[in-house]
């Protein structure tokens, strides 16, 4: 592809070359033989630079050389040319009038401008003065008779408006039309002196009206005494119209293919090609284009006409060969995605999707197209969050919504099962504190998950990151906690079957604008069939929710959640991490030290000190005595999910009041592992805590962060 594209260039390059050089053989714009610049100005005949090169000579240019680079200026004089263009216009610097005080002198400047046969364009050009006690006039003179002028006061620099051109420092009039010749004179009331400090001088001036914008600091300077501004100019051929001039045929200046145009003020003409025709109208074949006449095609080069012609077919042969090479490239793609679709579990999708009834119908299938452009091809800025099953990133779809896209992790076909699974359990769950599916891709190297987007984090960010925005207080924590709990009481005994999370933990708890809980992230999730209350499969979760029972029998049923929320209920509690090399050995991990505090009737001395009060102590003590009953070592003697959503739904229903204490049994301090060991460093592995492996993760997540 980058050969052909190189190819390609070149022989744009070769076709741009042609019509160059058939652009080149377009006549010049002035008379043969005769100076066609003067410095930067393109000199186009009826104007020359003496003899015969100008029509008239009031159409004289002289090109000054002592200038570096080189200047124009009309006739003898000194009327310095800007531009000159064909249709009856050119372009002239001109000076202004100043009339300047201080408290012993008058210093004044009246600028005068003839320009004999043309005349100042009135609708192009306005005439200007600037001060605070001033009136400027514009007179006719040698034969003209007319006069205007505008008056501009102000008694303070502060009254006036930048931009504003309407009599408060500045005063603008229009041009009477037909003006050949001007003279500029400005008169003071006060001499300045009420406001010389701030405005010594008046200025006035002719000039084109977009080339000056007033301003305050004009008024404090002499920046304009020595300052040039452009006006706009009409000149014409003669003094008849066209319909007397065509009757001279041998000093008529329009040339063949253009057209006579009268002007406005009725005295002269000026010539314009025809439509589709460009070029210098007061020359012989000066107006050439599209529609040259056959005898011009006919002297045309036919080495012109052969490049023309192999360039353009050269050119429909490559577009042909990139055509081809992307049709190739489509399908490659195509092939390519139908392999990552059999390789993504997709034909196992079917098949679970085929024996299932009731799942939602409104999840989407996703191109891979759609999700790169969502996540502006997964740039990294895009990253929300990164964990044991893979990387979520945020999207916009093109609908505006805002996605939360999960890139999974999968190293080889056999652990797609694993994939298929989140996705099949979230098929069956409608609840609202549980993030909801909104789509998946399968057609991408490794297979994407849409869910809906969480605004606000999850819970463990709110609880341990000191860059947090707020700590939670207390009643929202207990709120959280009853939320999460009704969602696992669903997902164990309302949803169509039976699901055990088997990850539950702070960082998989999201919360919305408006904290409201909602549980995540059902990759190591079980669905259980109503026949059976536990399952035999290989150890998951995350160290220190990891229930023990679980730990040791491989055995995984709806207990094994509980357990794990009566940590997260520790937490909610203490405001700890569940784990922490940094804490004393004894307090390392969480579930066994909270549990000892509650034995020796020590619970304050764990609390958290920023939701514990005189008002909630013993609603918290309720809650912990809750998270104790929850991590009992024996998963019979724990509470259902169920029984501990009631629970907390009474405790946030009746937060003031006064429970009695519940004493703990000794055993609910037991742990079928026995003592944890004394010395715990970052190198604990799955081998030497007897835990095995999974299908995705193959191994036990650790969460070794540092204290609070």
Request: charged share 20%.
């Amino acid at each position: 592809m980058g050969l052909i594209r190189s190819v390609l260039l070149m022989q744009l390059m070769i076709f741009l070359n042609v019509i160059l050089t058939v652009k080149a053989s377009t006549p010049a714009v002035a008379k043969p033989g005769c100076q066609s610049r003067g410095g930067d100005v393109i000199i186009p005949y009826p104007f020359g630079t003496g003899g015969d090169c100008n029509i008239t000579e009031q159409f004289l240019i002289t090109c000054n050389t002592s200038y570096i680079p080189n200047k124009a200026f009309l006739g003898n004089g000194n009327l310095e040319v800007i531009n000159i263009s064909t249709d009856g216009q050119l372009r002239i610097f001109s000076n202004a009038s100043y009339d300047c005080y201080n408290t012993s002198y008058r210093n004044w400047f009246y600028y005068r401008l003839q320009l004999y046969k043309f005349s100042i364009n009135n609708n192009k050009n306005k005439f200007t003065a600037i001060g605070c006690d001033t009136y400027a006039r514009v007179e006719g003179y040698l034969g003209q008779h007319y006069a205007t002028g505008c008056l501009s006061l102000c008694n303070n620099i502060t009254d006036v408006s930048n931009g504003s051109c309407s009599g408060i420092g500045c005063c603008q009039t229009s041009i009477p039309k037909g003006v050949m010749s001007y003279n500029i004179t400005i008169e003071s009331y006060e001499n300045h002196v009420d406001v010389l400090p701030e405005n010594p001088c008046s200025f006035a001036f002719v000039a084109e009206n977009d080339n000056y914008i007033f301003s305050a600091s004009d008024l404090r300077g002499s920046n304009f005494k020595d300052k040039q501004f452009p006006v706009t100019v009409d000149w014409t051929i003669g003094t008849t119209s066209c319909k007397e001039a065509k009757m001279d045929t041998k000093n008529f200046a329009c040339q063949e293919n253009s057209n006579c145009v009268d002007s406005e003020n009725n005295s002269g003409y000026f010539c314009k090609c025809f439509k589709g025709y460009e070029g210098n109208p007061y020359l012989p074949n000066g107006c050439q284009g599209c529609s040259l006449p056959n005898r011009d095609k006919s002297k045309r080069s036919p080495l012109i006409d052969i490049a023309l012609g192999s360039s353009i077919g050269f050119l429909g042969l490559l577009l042909g060969i990139v055509s081809l090479c992307w049709m190739l490239r489509q399908r490659q793609i195509s092939k390519l995605k139908d392999a990552y679709f059999l390789q993504n579990g997709g034909i196992l999708l079917r098949e679970e999707l085929s024996k299932r009834q009731g799942y939602r119908e409104d999840v989407k299938v996703f191109t891979a197209e759609e999700l790169e452009k969502a996540t502006n091809n997964y740039h990294e800025s895009r990253i929300l969050g990164q964990g044991g099953q893979g990387t979520v990133y945020k999207g916009i779809l093109a609908d505006n919504r805002i996605v939360a896209i999960k890139k999974s992790i999968i190293g080889d076909p056999s652990q797609v099962e694993q994939f298929i699974n989140e996705i099949m359990v979230l098929y069956q769950i409608n609840h609202k504190n549980v993030v909801k599916l909104l789509g998946c891709c399968l057609e991408t190297q490794v297979p994407l998950l849409v869910y809906e987007y969480i605004t606000n984090g999850t819970v463990f960010h709110h609880l341990h990151n000191d860059d947090a925005a707020s700590h939670l207080p207390w009643e929202t924590r207990l709120r959280i906690a009853t939320e999460t709990a009704e969602a696992l009481s669903y997902l164990h005994s309302a949803a169509s079957i039976p699901i055990i999370h088997r990850d539950i933990k702070l960082a998989n708890i999201l919360l919305d604008e408006n904290h409201t809980a909602k549980v995540s992230d059902f990759g190591a999730s079980r669905l259980i069939p109503s026949d059976q209350a536990q399952i035999t499969t290989i150890v998951q979760g995350t160290f220190g929710y990891l229930d023990p029972e679980y730990m040791l029998t491989s055995l995984l049923t709806e207990k094994s959640d509980v357990y794990s929320f009566g940590v997260v209920l520790m937490e909610m509690l203490t405001g700890q991490k569940v784990v922490c090399f940094k804490r004393s050995e004894e307090s390392r991990v969480l579930a066994m030290y909270f549990v000892s505090l509650m034995k020796e009737n020590r619970l304050l001395d764990i609390l958290d000190p920023r939701v514990l009060n005189d008002e909630n102590v013993e609603q918290l003590k309720e809650v912990a005595t809750l998270a104790c009953r929850c991590v009992r070592v024996k998963g019979e003697e724990r509470p259902t999910m169920k029984e501990v959503a009631h629970e907390l739904a009474g405790l946030q229903a009746l937060p003031k009041h006064p429970w009695s204490k519940n004493n703990l049994a000794g055993e609910e301090s037991e742990y079928l592992l026995g003592k944890f060991p004394s010395t715990y460093n970052d190198g604990v592995t799955s081998s030497s805590m007897g835990m095995g492996y999974d299908s995705i993760n193959n191994k036990i997540t650790f969460e070794l962060e540092g204290a609070r």
